[in-house]
């Protein structure tokens, strides 16, 4: 089992509906990072939570550090939401090291 | 700040060649990983470096890889006599401190390297 599991493997959402991703971790973490990769492109780092919940634009993040999970909500979703988003967990007893989930592919259709 | 910077973005050898791939960090951070994508797999580490010393190198193939972060210069990844399951995508990150990631992750574009 990963450490770091990621659902759904992959999503397709109309324009403008609602989009969650979830991540659940099984080992304690320091902290936990939400990226972005489009098609081809490279990783982008959108959110990094240890508590509670971020916000920056449409996108909202929030963990549950006693349930070890973590969401990334995509509000009124459009076509340049269609990418790769993945979980990390900055993981402590590995030396802060950063392990991934396998990522979860929105397509958003116009 | 230029961000992480690799190259190249897309790397094209033939079975037996050799693969180099660079980082370059961002300004002022002296703390290298590289990590590997395979096609439809997820991030995996490879190694982490600091300024002239290996730290971690728990998850490179133990035959044909080897990386170095030089004193000047960037880090560079090698993959010597390659094969057709070296292709992937290889993404390096950088951080300031030994607290990587605690705060901010900063990745490069990666290189995108096809054995044929």
């Known amino acids: 089992k990963n450490e770091v599991e990621q659902s759904p493997q992959n999503l397709t959402a109309q324009e403008g509906e609602f989009i969650t991703i979830n991540c659940s971790y099984s080992v304690g973490i320091s902290a936990l990072h939400w990226l972005q990769q489009h098609p081809g492109g490279g990783i982008v780092s959108l959110f990094m939570l240890s508590s509670g919940k971020k916000k920056h634009g449409r996108l909202i993040a929030t963990i549950n550090i006693q349930e070890k999970h973590s969401s990334l909500h995509i509000t009124a979703s459009h076509p340049r939401d269609s990418a790769v988003y993945i979980c990390?967990?900055?993981?402590?007893?590995?030396?802060?090291?950063?392990?991934f989930g396998g990522g979860t592919r929105v397509l958003v259709k116009p | 700040n230029a961000g992480v910077m690799q190259n190249p973005r897309h790397l094209v050898r033939r079975r037996g060649q050799e693969a180099r791939l660079r980082c370059s960090p961002m300004?002022?951070?002296?703390?290298v990983y590289w990590y590997r994508q395979l096609p439809e797999e997820g991030l995996k580490f490879m190694v982490y470096?600091?300024?002239?010393?290996?730290?971690?190198e728990s998850g490179m193939p133990k035959e044909r890889f080897s990386a170095e972060f030089p004193k000047e210069g960037p880090s560079i990844l090698r993959i010597q006599q390659v094969v057709r399951g070296d292709s992937a995508a290889y993404f390096c990150?950088?951080?300031?401190?030994?607290?990587?990631?605690?705060?901010?992750?900063?990745f490069g574009q990666g290189t995108r390297l096809t054995v044929v």
């Open positions: 470096l600091q300024k002239e010393n290996i730290i971690d």
């Open positions: 300004k002022g951070h002296s703390h």
């Open positions: 990150a950088s951080s300031p401190s030994l607290d990587a990631f605690v705060s901010e992750a900063f």
């Open positions: 990390a967990g900055v993981i402590k007893a590995a030396g802060n090291k950063l392990t």
